[in-house]
């Protein structure tokens, strides 16, 4: 299996709301990312998980909170969101986290979040 | 710093023309390149990448891609575009610095009929 899989594939929310996004790898990697992506730009990184230990969290607000329960999984808690969170949301994995070609990222189809 | 340069933001080819879509790098080591493909709402389908050896790569959908050191750059070719390949096309160094990307801001490409 070399599929990151991502559920769900679309999202509505309000601003007041909570919702959760799920991500799936049964490739055995150690490494996951969640990545957002705004119409015509390219991934921007999110955060990176580790041995399910966070390692990079590039400034993002505390709306978005992740959690990685088990080697497999990768969940990004949603909370008060603004309209302009309104993106692509990008799943990645990897064997482990480092530098060169054996930690290249596999990424999953995304999910399609609009907040009203 | 690591960057990537995709000079063309639009592109638009016929059905059945050649294509080169451009990439540009910088960085001072081995770079690990990537070209991915992204159609409308879709998430990243990876091409090809480079890492050592032959620098004419070989990818999925009848795409190759050409490392020039010399010139730092990665550019995607295909000889007959079909107009399934209309996306967006990204290209990507990394990973770096605990498995950064970087990429490029893509090309997007539109083949008329």
């Known amino acids: 299996d070399t599929e990151v899989t991502q559920t769900p594939k679309h999202l509505v929310m309000g601003m007041t709301n909570k919702k959760s996004l799920k991500c799936e790898q049964h490739m055995g990697h150690r490494a996951m990312y969640w990545y957002k992506q705004k119409a015509k730009k390219p991934p921007e990184l999110m955060f990176v998980?580790?041995?399910?230990?966070?390692?990079i969290n590039e400034s993002v607000p505390s709306r978005f909170s992740p959690e990685c329960p088990n080697s497999s999984l990768l969940n990004l808690h949603l909370h008060a969101l603004q309209p302009e969170d309104s993106a692509l949301y990008l799943c990645a994995s990897s064997q482990e986290r480092g530098e060169g070609p054996r930690y290249e990222q596999f990424f999953g189809p995304g999910t399609r979040l609009t907040v009203l | 710093a690591q960057s990537v340069t995709q000079p063309d933001i639009h592109i638009t080819v016929s059905e059945g023309a050649s294509l080169e879509l451009r990439c540009n790098y910088s960085y001072g080591a081995t770079p690990y390149l990537f070209w991915y493909v992204q159609s409308p709402g879709q998430g990243l389908q990876l091409l090809l990448k480079?890492?050592?050896?032959?620098?004419l790569v070989q990818g999925i959908k009848g795409f190759e891609a050409e490392f020039k050191r010399s010139q730092s750059s990665f550019n995607l070719r295909k000889p007959s575009v079909h107009w399934s390949d209309a996306a967006e096309y990204f290209c990507?160094?990394?990973?770096?610095?605990?498995?950064?990307?970087?990429f490029g801001s893509g090309t997007k490409l539109n083949v008329k009929p």
């Open positions: 990507a160094v990394g990973p770096y610095n605990f498995n950064k990307f970087y």
């Open positions: 480079y890492f050592s050896g032959d620098t």
């Open positions: 998980y580790s041995y399910e230990k966070l390692s």
